[in-house]
Structure formats: structure tokens, C-alpha cells
């Protein structure tokens, strides 16, 4: 029976001693949403906000996977600031949290979260006093800006959406999923989105959650309506990682100038 009571005594230990996540307070507060942002501070001049937003990460646990990659984009650019931005509800491994909820991690960039995230942008759009804003949005986090971009004119003068969901109810249906859902389709808010912001597309040929046909589709719309719109199948699946990252970060960095 020694080993039972061991067990108990590291699973109890491990109980009191874990850091819990807390809620959104303090300066990397925006909005409600917690964030990490690289570059100069407020005030120091008029940069470039670049927005970094993760996926659904469905698996579970921390949301951070951008911050490494916002991180070296700030550090490669002058007049840059990167922000890794948490979306409701999800918190990252140094225990930061974003208020909200992430709704069991599905379903996840309907009108409430998009609002959430809409507001932080703006919010730190104007701490920075930034020229220009631009973001890049994975998977679930490219439905997020794909639907801010047109439901909020003038916010963000660019984006990258990388493997895409941008007609939320072919997404579910290719997934399984018939109704009860309430995400928003970036195709239904293409007319709201400025003539003059770029957009960019990308897609892993191989990925099998939000398929190449989904992106393909929203840029074809897009160009019909006089956007500058431009699809990238590159090799790969649907984590954020090889050419899928390369390419999306690529394109971000042509947009952040």
C-alpha cells in the first residue's frame, strides 16, 4: 500500500504547487485578452503592429505556439512590435490567461470572441499609436481576422490567413459537423473589407482539416470583388510549422512596412 499513499502525496503536491492561470491583468492586458508583445515600447515612435493569432489548439494546454514566432519577426524589423495575442479563454505556459471562454475549443471565432479580439487590436492600435496594423491568424485565428478585416473596416490593413475555415459551415461539414455552431465565415464579410488591404492566403497541400478548397474558394470571391488577393499552397498539413510557418511569416513581413 506504500506506493498508493507515494502516489497520492505527488499527485496532492502537484495540486498545491501548480501555478493556476490567471485571469488578464496589468500592462499585457488588452481588451480582456492577454498578450506578449516584442519591439520598442509605447511611445518610442509610430511602428507597425503585427499581429500573431494561434489556432483552436485542440489537443489542449497552452495557446503560446506564436509567441516564438512573433518574437523573432520584431527582432528581424525596425519600427516593428510583434503581438502574440491569446484568444478568449486561453492561456499560455507562464500561467497568463485570457478572460472568456474558449468554448471547449471548438466553435471557437463567433461574434462574441471576434468582438473580444476586434477590441484588443484596436485598443493596442492606440497605445502604440501605430501606422499601420497587419496580423497573421492560424487555422481558427485566420477565421478570427478574416471576419475582423470586413465586420471592423480600417482596423487592420492586412492579413494572413493561414490554414483557413473561411466559410465556417463548409469547414464543418468537411469535419462531420451538421448545425449548432456559431463561428463566423470570413467570406461573408468580404464586402466590408478595404479596398487597399492586402490579402494572403496560405495552405498546406496536405491538410486535411481545413482544406486547400476552403482558401481557394475565399480567394477567388475576394479577387472578384477587386481585392488584391493571392492564394499560397505550399507543402505540408495543417500545424503551424516548415513551409506552412515560413511562407505565412513571409507574407506578413512583405505587409509590415
Known sequence: MSWMRRGWTVMLASL???APAQACEGEACANGLAYEAFGPPPGRSQPVLAFFIHGDVSAGGPADYMYSYAKQFAASRKNVVAIALLRPGYYDRAGKRSDGSDNGRRDTFHSGNNRAVAGAIRELKQKYNARAV?????SAGAGTIGVIAGDYPGLI????????PCDAAAWNASRGRRGGFSS???VDY???????TAIVAVTGQADD???PDLATDYVAKAQARGLPARLQ?????HNFT???????VSALGAMAR
Not at 242 to 248: E, K
Request: hydrophobic share 40%; aromatic share 2%; charged share 0%.
Open 209 to 211: 482539416n481545413t482544406r
Open 16 to 18: 498545491l504547487f501548480a
Open 184 to 186: 463566423q465565415s470570413p
Open 134 to 138: 497587419v496580423a497573421l491568424g492560424h
Open 190 to 196: 468580404l464586402s466590408g473589407i478595404g479596398s487597399g
Open 242 to 248: 516548415g513551409a506552412l510557418a515560413g511562407n505565412s
Open 157 to 164: 490593413n492586412g492579413i494572413v490567413l493561414t490554414s483557413c
Open 233 to 237: 499552397l505550399v507543402g505540408g498539413g
